[in-house]
């Protein structure tokens, strides 16, 4: 979709009148005027006061409304007030145009709007849509028909049997992106330590925090054999397919419906990798990692100041697929360094800063308002930037924040899927929001923080839910504690004895999502494979007082 930048309004200045143009006589002011000019002032000191009055009223009479109908803490409603008076003036993406036609949700036979769940269910969870997007093979995607904006070259020749094109092509260099000294300078600024974040994937960090953290030699090797399983089925062009029964020789079941979405496939299984610390600098699986990186950056579309990762896709896959691809460029650059991997990630975030929703979301396309699922995978590719040192402006983070007090209910402690009163708290959406809370700031004793943590515990893990065990995880591994201990005792076996042993399979996990057929084989092995490498794959984020080793990488160089 084409987004048009919207230029400032004309301005200019009124001619004036002859009247205005005349020159008076110095020291002479028309009688008629001294008598007018006194009254005209009372009355607009009287009228100015009649406003203030009535804005006053007013104010106090939404502060009273929102507080009540909103369900909104003390320290929020006024933010929510200027919110209302404001309008799209506080929007952080006006420089968007979006055609509103274009916004309708894609619906399907019986009129419930695409990406929803069987009939009564709220929340779409990750990419529950394929019949409404739009195919787009990496063969379309690199035809010379490109919408929406320029592709970015990765500044370096790519050695695989990519397609090329005669489309202009936009080199990223390093001298479109801020200096080491600057970008060092930014980091600091926000309390953030390059690749501190990601030190636990190291040989180090991953010796110390495994055992201490929950896991064990069986959960590890399940991680080994399905990175193998991943490496089996990468293609020829470095990419991978949710439809995995395209790569070679391939007779496992359960392919995925989303075969037009290479991106959000390619980015799922590179962050597998990179979360066992497997870079394409480092490890056995380099050129893997190497050619799955290689691809994504070819499919940079230059919009605005931003890069957008999601091709010609359209509809619900669009958003995720961005924040998947974010997550795993930001990771790949903060574990290594690369110098090359910078500017695509700087391009992924002012893509999200540009597009970001008034109301501090994303859904689908640029602008809309935004739901918790999108939201959260946006959130993670943010952070995932920000740890590797690129800067990320604070009014993002705000923005975010103000949506999920929109999405929240018992007093931030359960989250729904859409701001809508009718729109009732789930388990996934409530890990998701949960995790992004966390990410926020929240504190350890942060009261919806701790009924969050009560509530998982007690809901414990679904055994037909990945999507929420995954997200569930890393929250209640981040706060720790019995309720870690519990959670992970039962999550923890129940991957490990649900592994496939034996046949091309081998190493994979069999659907176990309500909404697995559409990502099929890869995405519910990704998810597993992300979720058993949860010891070491993020510090955790209430207990660091329980590592003993180093946080910085020594490894780690930036720009090297």
Request: charged fraction near 20%; charge should be neutral.
């Amino acid at each position: 979709m084409s987004l048009p930048i919207k230029g400032k309004r004309a301005t200019g200045t009124a001619l004036a009148t002859d009247d205005q143009r005349s020159t008076p006589v110095p020291g002479i002011l028309p009688s008629p005027a001294l008598e007018i000019l006194p009254k005209q002032s009372t009355s607009w000191k009287k009228l100015i006061s009649s406003v203030s009055t009535s804005l006053a009223i007013h104010t106090v009479i939404l502060f009273v409304l929102s507080w009540i109908y909103f369900d909104l803490p003390n320290q929020r409603v006024f933010e929510t007030i200027l919110t209302l008076v404001g309008g799209d003036n506080n929007s952080s993406g006006d420089g968007v145009e979006i055609n509103f036609g274009e916004l309708a949700e894609p619906t399907i036979d019986d009129g419930q709007p695409a990406g929803f769940a069987e009939i009564g269910e709220i929340e779409p969870e990750f990419m529950a849509l394929t019949d409404d997007i739009e195919p787009a093979s990496p063969m379309k995607v690199n035809s010379e028909s490109i919408s929406g904006g320029e592709r970015v070259s990765t500044g370096k020749n790519v050695d695989l049997p990519l397609k090329k094109s005669g489309n202009k092509r936009v080199a990223a260099t390093k001298s479109q992106s801020p200096s080491g000294t600057a970008v060092a300078a930014a980091a600091e600024a926000q309390g953030q330590l390059h690749a501190e974040h990601f030190v636990g994937r190291t040989a180090k960090g991953k010796a110390a925090l495994l055992k201490r953290m929950g896991g064990t030699d069986a959960s590890e090797a399940a991680v080994a054999r399905g990175l193998v399983w991943l490496k089996n089925h990468q293609l020829p062009d470095g990419s991978w397919n949710f439809n995995h029964v395209s790569s070679p020789r391939c007779d496992c079941s359960m392919p995925g419906r989303m075969e037009n979405n290479p991106y959000a496939a390619t980015a799922m299984a590179v962050m597998a990798f990179l979360g066992a610390g497997k870079t394409h600098e480092t490890g056995e699986y380099q050129l893997e990692v190497r050619y799955g990186l290689d691809f994504l950056l070819a499919q940079g579309i230059r919009v605005g100041k931003g890069i957008r990762y999601y091709g010609e896709l359209s509809g619900p896959a669009t958003y995720y697929t961005h924040g998947l691809v974010t997550i795993a460029l930001s990771e790949a650059y903060a574990m290594t360094g690369d110098a090359r991997l910078r500017p695509a990630v700087t391009g992924a975030v002012e893509f999200l800063a540009d597009t970001q929703d008034y109301g501090g979301g994303w859904r689908y396309f640029p602008g809309q308002p935004g739901d918790t699922s999108v939201v959260a995978w946006q959130l993670m590719g943010l952070k995932s930037a920000q740890f590797s040192r690129i800067t990320v402006p604070q009014k993002v983070f705000s923005g975010v924040d103000r949506f999920l007090i929109s999405v929240s209910s018992m007093r931030g402690s359960q989250y729904a899927y859409l701001p809508d009163r009718n729109n009732s708290p789930t388990p996934s959406m409530t890990a998701a929001g949960l995790l992004c809370k966390m990410y926020l700031g929240a504190k350890e004793n942060h009261g919806g923080m701790r009924a969050g943590i009560r509530f998982l515990d007690q809901h414990g893990p679904e055994p037909d839910g990945m999507y929420y065990n995954y997200y569930a995880t890393q929250v209640l591994h981040h706060w720790g504690g019995p309720e870690w201990d519990r959670w992970n005792n039962v999550m923890r076996e129940h991957l490990i004895r649900t592994q496939i042993r034996e046949g091309h399979a081998t190493g994979s996990w069999d659907i176990a999502d309500r909404h697995g057929y559409v990502g099929g084989r890869v995405y519910m092995t990704t998810l597993a494979l992300l979720t058993l490498e949860v010891y070491y794959r993020h510090l955790p984020l209430y207990q660091r007082d329980r590592i003993d080793f180093p946080l910085i990488n020594p490894d780690a160089q930036v720009n090297k």
